[in-house]
């Protein structure tokens, strides 16, 4: 099994265009990431800004006619170019995904337990059905379930439990990546809670290693993540370490996404209301929506910028080219 550890994980220019019924939708553009050994990235925007489309992306999951350029780099290998029986050995055995709504999606005609055991032996992981009912039921009860959830139908387990059981379905595996798509979104605030923690616990157990978290809440990345990428229409617009992002943002759109969490009464606010507008291919997808839109902007997408270590913008306000 590949990890991480060897290579690193990279994402390389990567731009994917989704191709429906004609029309082309550039859903990510240029877009880059890596991630060291251990660390949890957040990818932090608004609904559409391509979050999902990046965890599809490193699954090898967009398929023609979508087309799919750049590279996502996983222990030496570009997933962008594995073969169909190489990627159904490196889904779920390298990077496994906890899809948005899955809490949602389990099959309801079938027990936790049966829906475990069988990707347990699909992904040839465990030799017979005893040991893959002996690790399921060890995987539940990492989540805090018992033993009778596995004879339990999704529909007779709670929003919180079901979300546990898609998480021990995403690690059953042991996989070096996870990518969690909005895994709270959807639950009560304390089940939420309930959730970030246990990732949480997850984490600092090394259970989990590296995560990919998906949200459109700050507060989610201000838990879980070591650093934050934050994306705007498709684009990286700005990444840094989380703290240095929720305390001191840079790019007119994060700023506006901070205000929209903190009262601050000290700062002048800057929330404008974001609509569905075209944004421009060429320049700056924010220049719409942006109060200090200058000439520029409307020219090309700025180069990113290195402000602080660690925290870079793509913002002509700090003298991107
Ligand atoms: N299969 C598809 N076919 C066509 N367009 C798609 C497809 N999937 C996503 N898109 C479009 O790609 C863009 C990015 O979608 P994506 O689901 O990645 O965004 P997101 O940031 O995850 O949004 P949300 O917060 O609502 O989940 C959107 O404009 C979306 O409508
Ligand atoms: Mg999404």
Redesign the pocket.
């Known amino acids: 099994m590949a990890t991480t550890a060897e290579n690193g994980f990279k994402i390389e220019h990567l731009n994917v265009s989704?191709m429906?019924r004609g029309a082309r939708?550039n859903?990510l553009k240029d877009f880059s990431l890596s991630m060291k050994e251990n660390e949890s990235v957040g990818l932090l925007?608004?609904?559409?800004?391509?979050?999902?489309?990046v965890g599809w992306a490193v699954l090898g999951m967009i398929e023609e006619p979508n087309i799919v350029t750049g590279s996502i780099g996983f222990g030496g290998e570009n997933v962008l170019s594995m073969s169909k029986s190489e990627l159904n050995e490196y889904r779920w055995k390298d990077a496994a995904m906890i899809f948005?709504g899955s809490l949602n999606t389990l099959d309801p005609l079938t027990t936790v337990g049966r829906s475990l055991v069988e990707l347990l032996m699909y992904k040839h992981f465990c030799k017979t059905k005893e040991e893959a009912q002996e690790l399921s039921l060890k995987t539940l009860q990492v989540l805090g379930l018992g033993e009778s959830t596995m004879d339990a139908y999704p529909h007779q387990l709670s929003g919180g439990m079901r979300q546990r059981v898609a998480i021990a379905m995403a690690i059953s595996t042991d996989p070096s990546m996870l990518i969690a798509d909005?895994p709270t979104t959807a639950l009560d605030t304390i089940t939420q809670a309930s959730i970030l923690r246990l990732i949480s616990k997850l984490r600092y157990e090394k259970r989990i290693r590296n995560v990919l978290f998906?949200s459109?809440d700050v507060a989610v990345h201000a838990f879980l993540a070591d650093r934050v990428i934050v994306m705007f229409r498709?684009r990286s617009v700005e990444e840094g370490s989380t703290k240095e992002v929720v305390k001191n943002p840079l790019h007119p759109y994060t700023k506006l996404l901070m205000s929209s969490v903190r009262i601050d009464s000290s700062k002048e606010a800057v929330i404008a209301p974001l609509g569905e507008e075209e944004s421009s291919e060429r320049g700056c997808p924010y220049l719409n929506y942006c109060p200090h839109a200058m000439a520029v902007c409307a020219d090309s997408f700025p180069e990113v910028t290195t402000v602080t270590e660690g925290h870079t913008v793509a913002c002509f306000l700090y003298g991107g080219k």
């Open positions: 989704y429906s939708v859903a925007g608004e609904s559409g800004a391509g979050k999902s489309t948005q909005e998906i459109h498709g």
